[in-house]
């Protein structure tokens, strides 16, 4: 079983300020089957990002994805009001992992 | 537009049985492979199951493996998954979602608005 490790669980910023969030893999994944996702409160996931550091259609350019091996990044160059949400980090294999999401609320 | 829409959800004695059903429209469901991912009360995304597009091979997380089925019916644009012997760590929103090959990678980009299966006595 995989386990990803979502950093920091809790990240406050401002609107226009940078975020960064980190995802941790408990042995080496293949950045092809590495996906972020957006859920705001009382909506269904939204893909942002796939194969590591692809964009989804309809995703802004201010997120960008990047990593390998153990270590994944979800970079928002600036945040926007929008962008307050949570964000959960995925593994796609034979059995599918989550991590358990990085809340990005406002300062 | 693709659509995903559950149902099937509701208050459910521990022990006790569900279906929940997912209508797709908007594509060719048999082209894709389908998938079940569940979300406890403030808690976060659980992956619970996978199902080929013809319906033959399934995969369960080990938390429903023997109690959770999976299948599906193409002629229906229905995906389905039957849920046996529930107890209340069930409780969740049950979302299905669409798995896609985006340049090879794989992903889920579309995902239905959920169905609350609550599992008390």
């Known amino acids: 079983e995989i386990v990803l490790t979502q950093s920091p669980g809790t990240l406050s910023l401002s609107p226009g300020q940078r975020a960064t969030l980190s995802c941790r893999a408990s042995q080496s994944v293949s950045s092809s089957d590495l996906a972020w996702y957006q859920q705001k409160p009382g909506q269904a996931p939204r893909l942002l990002i796939y194969g590591a550091s692809s964009r989804a259609t309809g995703t802004p350019d201010r997120f960008s994805g990047s990593g390998s091996g153990t270590d994944f990044t979800l970079t928002i160059s600036r945040v926007e009001p929008e962008d307050f949400a949570v964000y959960y980090c995925q593994q796609y294999g034979y059995s599918c992992f989550f991590g358990q999401g990085t809340k990005l609320e406002i300062k | 537009e693709v659509q995903l829409v559950e149902s099937g959800g509701g208050l459910v004695q521990p022990g006790g049985s569900l279906r929940l059903s997912c209508a797709a429209s908007?594509?060719?469901?048999?082209?894709?492979?389908m998938h079940w991912v569940r979300q406890a009360p403030g808690k976060g995304l659980v992956w619970v199951s996978r199902?080929?597009?013809?319906?033959?091979?399934?995969t369960y997380a080990d938390a429903v493996k023997g109690r959770f089925t999976i299948s599906r019916d193409n002629a229906k644009n229905t995906l389905y998954l039957q849920m046996n012997s529930l107890r209340a760590e069930d409780t969740a929103v049950y979302y299905c979602t669409r798995d896609t090959r985006y340049d090879g990678h794989p992903s889920f980009d579309y995902w239905g608005q959920g169905t609350l299966v609550t599992v008390s006595s």
């Open positions: 199902i080929t597009g013809n319906g033959v091979e399934a």
């Open positions: 908007g594509f060719t469901l048999s082209s894709h492979w």
